[in-house]
């Protein structure tokens, strides 16, 4: 079970009801707090059901989940613990069709909605003004602050440009059955004013807890508030000294001014740090007491001394990968240790090029940690392109990825033309492309054909469908009809993607099994 708690862990963990704040420093244990509180409340008698934990990222959930099972074994897959937005997503397939979701609704990520973003600009004329990238994130800060994107008013000429796009936007969104990740936490709140649905989600849940709470922005820490309104019930775990993104929307006065809209909370602070030496935390705490937003606290350990901190001023980034290179290089042909005992950490990937040639000068070859995520790989994200397209014909943005994947000679410029075809006659692309199909639209006959090919390669794929096909046959047969397969043979990576969509070819058939 690990060592005991100390005294202020303990109190954290057998707190009973009503409002409590953890102030948790960095190494002071929190997830061992969090998890053990969890195993608390449920010998007094809370079920595992009725309990809420939030986190901000799924690699926390899992950790807190292994470790619950340890404490408390299957009881744990009764519980709801997640992410904002895996728990909104699972909330809305519960109860959205309460405000009109349908429960198989898609939800977009940054590539869809790029993506789509970017031809309502050509549809409107306004590709050359505005870049997706300047829409996404004026929606994103719009929704991170429960605030109408098209309403937003700044002086700048995107003002103009956000009342035509939000709106075409979000009915694109509308006609694909999507959401982006802005709109789950909206919609549940959405949810949460329903007559209906509201008051049952405010009584869902008889303990709600959320880690990394310097990390919420307005609308998360409404929706908490909105899910622990009626119990009260509401553990929330931060540092304000960790508060590093409100570059993306993050509010820090959430746990600054948390008594403010709780009066009666329990403030316990979490200073004993088991991580690292004296020497670290003395420098830490120097740096962090000239911060003027804080509420205040010290860290301390009982591990005294450590090695000293090198501190180094170099005039680019050149010289400082140079300097990092020429000293590791010093300290293992010293014999102090070997290559794979050095990590080096940046502050932005960008930064990875220079330290990556100056390391090689002096004879490394450094590995980068981190990879790119499975339904983010292309060839996983083309697959499930045409299985959204066959799910929904009026998804766009899936028929705009795959009509030339693999590359079948439809170019970009005739899918503008089809888009702008498809826009005069109020319908979606594929719709426009069997048009074209059967003689209608401005393409030219050479377009014309190839995208007669196109159709009827998907009309193809929709007959297995509806001859029964499970969805890990369907996701065999659009590998193998629409050329993927071939393509990917003539691919010097070709081998490992192949491998990605056998795997996906497994999780199709996982999911069918869990859906029985």
């Known amino acids: 079970m690990g060592a005991p708690l100390n005294p202020e862990q303990r109190a954290a963990v057998e707190y009973g009801d009503g409002p409590l704040l953890v102030l948790a420093g960095a190494g002071t244990g929190k997830t061992r707090v969090l998890v053990h509180r969890i195993a608390d409340l449920v010998g007094r008698g809370v079920a595992p059901w009725e309990i809420l934990a939030v986190t901000f990222t799924n690699k926390a959930a899992g950790e807190m989940r292994h470790r619950l099972f340890e404490l408390l074994g299957d009881r744990v897959k009764q519980m709801w613990i997640g992410t904002f937005h895996s728990t909104?997503?699972?909330?809305l397939r519960r109860y959205g069709d309460m405000i009109g979701l349908s429960p198989d609704f898609l939800i977009f990520d940054d590539d869809d909605q790029q993506k789509t973003l970017k031809a309502l600009l050509k549809a409107h004329n306004l590709a050359d003004e505005v870049s997706p990238r300047s829409i996404s994130s004026r929606l994103d800060y719009a929704k991170n602050r429960g605030l109408d994107p098209a309403a937003i008013q700044t002086g700048l000429p995107l003002d103009d440009v956000m009342k035509l796009i939000?709106?075409?936007?979000?009915?694109?969104?509308?006609?694909?059955?999507?959401?982006?990740?802005?709109?789950?936490?909206?919609?549940?709140?959405?949810?949460?004013?329903?007559?209906?649905?509201?008051?049952?989600?405010k009584t869902r849940f008889r303990h709600v807890l959320v880690d990394e709470f310097q990390d919420t922005n307005l609308v998360q820490y409404e929706l908490?508030?909105?899910?622990?309104?009626?119990?009260?019930?509401?553990?929330?775990?931060?540092?304000?000294?960790?508060?590093?993104?409100?570059?993306?929307?993050?509010?820090?006065?959430?746990?600054?001014?948390?008594?403010?809209?709780?009066p009666d909370v329990r403030e316990i602070k979490l200073e004993q740090n088991y991580r690292s030496t004296s020497v670290i935390l003395d420098a830490a705490n120097a740096v962090i007491s000239k911060n003027l937003d804080r509420r205040g606290k010290a860290l301390w350990t009982?591990?005294?001394?450590?090695?000293?901190?090198?501190?180094?001023?170099?005039?680019?980034?050149?010289?400082e990968a140079d300097w990092v290179a020429r000293t590791l290089r010093g300290l293992v042909d010293d014999g102090a240790f070997s290559p794979g005992d050095a990590c080096i950490l940046y502050r932005t990937n960008a930064q990875s090029r220079e330290l990556e040639t100056q390391l090689r000068?002096?004879?490394?070859e450094p590995r980068i940690v981190g990879g790119q995520a499975f339904f983010e790989r292309k060839e996983v994200k083309d697959v499930i392109g045409y299985l959204r397209l066959l799910a929904n014909p009026d998804a766009d943005s899936a028929f705009a990825r795959v009509v030339n994947v693999p590359p079948r000679g439809i170019g970009e410029a005739s899918v503008d033309k089809l888009r702008q075809y498809a826009a005069s006659r109020g319908e979606g692309l594929l719709t426009a492309a069997r048009d074209v199909a059967r003689g209608g639209g401005p393409l030219t006959a050479a377009a014309r054909k190839k995208l007669t090919q196109f159709v009827e390669l998907v009309d193809g794929l929709v007959a297995v469908q509806a001859g029964g096909a499970s969805l890990a046959e369907l996701t065999i047969q659009v590998v193998e009809r629409s050329g993927y397969r071939a393509w990917l043979d003539d691919e010097d990576d070709g081998e490992d993607r192949?491998?990605?969509?056998a795997e996906l070819v497994n999780v199709a058939s996982d999911y069918e099994e869990e859906q029985g």
């Open 88 to 91: 909104c997503a699972r909330i």
């Open 224 to 262: 908490v508030r909105e899910l622990s309104e009626a119990t009260r019930n509401l553990t929330v775990v931060g540092d304000d000294d960790q508060s590093i993104y409100a570059w993306r929307g993050a509010e820090p006065r959430n746990l600054l001014d948390f008594d403010r809209d709780f």
């Open 302 to 319: 009982e591990q005294g001394g450590g090695d000293g901190i090198d501190y180094h001023q170099a005039g680019d980034d050149r010289g």
């Open 166 to 201: 939000a709106p075409a936007y979000a009915a694109q969104l509308a006609r694909e059955k999507a959401l982006d990740f802005g709109d789950l936490i909206v919609k549940v709140l959405e949810l949460c004013r329903h007559p209906e649905a509201g008051p049952h989600l």
């Open 361 to 364: 000068r002096y004879r490394f």
């Open 498 to 501: 192949m491998r990605n969509l």
